[in-house]
């Protein structure tokens, strides 16, 4: 079969088709991942349903199925599901809550997004002293704009990852490559997080530290999940939507103007992405979404709000896994070195910490996910544990949200900054 080229006319080039292929992907997708089969269960315990969202669609444009890099759907991704995804995770941000987990969590979750932070330019630095073609490259082949994108799925999630993607413009094939490697190093270290949860004791032991608290946590949490837990109306649907896709109009509103204005009087600041009006879509949308959260909007979350966040979220990524090349993973296998020295250092930071404030494996575990995993990963390692934990995963996620895109776009800078030239 023949490799799809870009003058290659694709199988199906009605974007409606298109749009509706990909949907029942999803839909095929969640499906399968929901039966109690031993095999499927198998399957998917091996390759996560967020792989299969990426990478089905990747394969209909590698083989020239469709034409997912010149489709309209990458935009619509990316300027409307993005945006409204993002202000639906961030309004169930809780700042007190956050507080009240300052001494454990929170220093572990800070701790983790250090280690991201600080370990994606060290593992690029001490790559570039030995394989430098491998963080190499030039324009958007740039190893650094997609190893910036993963800072953004690393520190936040899926929709910090493509907000990025969409600022610093790695190409094509270079996003390719990083999705295998968020994906097969994200991974692994979450299997050995999940299998520390059950052998917490040991670790608890190792750290020296008491969960009392932990306990305490469960009984706190599961009250409040009982408590306030409710059936969705239409009324709350159409107030997650409005809320989801007014403020995204609103942020492009005010984003537009002030990418003009920075582009006309401060061309310099390309450099740092402050001319692109996707950034400051991303940054309105955020603090738009902080905003809410103030308001009677958060208790939308107890009706689902995350949920309907989390399928636009799948949507987005269909339409940015249209645009992979699957053959393009081979073309810098080195990237995935950089991203396990990557991962290391976040782990061996954790560890020190962990050990000198001696702290509850718990608090180690989702205060990594939180930063690498996002919402998804956080609240099933937070399950792990015991299901009425789930929402401290939920709670560390949300504030990885709102600080992902920017926290990632610094990594990113201090990673161009290492690259050689």
């Known amino acids: 079969m023949q490799i799809s080229t870009p003058e290659a006319e694709p199988l199906i080039s009605n974007t409606t088709v298109v749009f509706g292929l990909l949907m029942t992907i999803l839909g095929l997708v969640f499906y399968s991942s929901s039966l109690s089969n031993k095999y499927v269960k198998g399957f998917y315990n091996i390759i996560p349903p967020l792989l299969l969202c990426y990478f089905l669609p990747g394969l209909l444009n590698s083989f020239g199925v469709i034409d997912g890099e010149n489709s309209p759907l990458t935009s619509i991704g990316s300027r409307y599901f993005l945006p409204a995804c993002l202000i639906l995770f961030i309004v169930n941000l809780d700042l007190k809550e956050m507080w009240a987990l300052r001494k454990r969590a929170g220093l572990m979750f800070i701790t983790g997004t250090v280690g991201i932070l600080l370990g994606g330019p060290l593992a690029v630095y001490l790559t570039s002293l030995v394989a430098p073609e491998v963080v190499g490259g030039a324009g958007p082949d740039e190893v650094w704009r997609g190893l910036g994108a993963l800072a953004g799925s690393w520190i936040g999630g899926s929709a910090n990852q493509v907000a990025l993607k969409e600022i610093l413009k790695p190409s094509p094939n270079l996003f390719s490559s990083i999705i295998a490697v968020d994906v097969f190093v994200a991974y692994i270290w979450m299997a050995f997080l999940l299998y520390g949860a059950s052998k917490a004791d040991k670790f608890n032991a190792f750290f020296k ?213």
Do not use: C
């Open 209 to 421: 530290a008491d969960a009392s608290d932990v306990e305490h946590l469960k009984e706190k949490m599961d009250a409040k999940a009982k408590a306030n837990s409710r059936i969705p109306e239409t009324k709350d649907l159409m107030l997650m939507i409005a809320i989801a896709f007014g403020g995204t109009g609103l942020a492009t509103f005010l984003a537009e103007p002030l990418a003009a204005f920075m582009k006309t009087n401060y061309p310099h600041l390309e450099t740092f992405s402050l001319t692109s009006d996707f950034f400051w879509i991303v940054f309105f949308a955020t603090i738009i979404g902080i905003a809410m959260s103030f308001t009677p909007a958060k208790k939308l979350e107890f009706a689902g709000a995350s949920k309907v966040g989390t399928v636009l979220l799948y949507a987005l990524i269909t339409t940015i896994g249209m645009q992979m090349n699957i053959l393009a993973i081979l073309d810098n296998p080195g990237l995935f070195i950089v991203g396990i020295l990557w991962m290391a250092f976040h782990a061996l930071l954790l560890f020190i910490v962990g050990k000198l404030f001696k702290v509850p494996f718990f608090y180690f575990a989702v205060g990594s996910m939180a930063n690498v995993g996002g919402v998804a990963s956080a609240s099933v390692t937070s399950a792990a544990f015991h299901p009425s934990l789930i929402s401290v995963g939920v709670i560390l996620s949300v504030f990885s949200y709102a600080i992902g895109t920017y926290a990632g776009w610094l990594t990113a800078i201090l990673m161009q900054m290492v690259s050689p030239i």
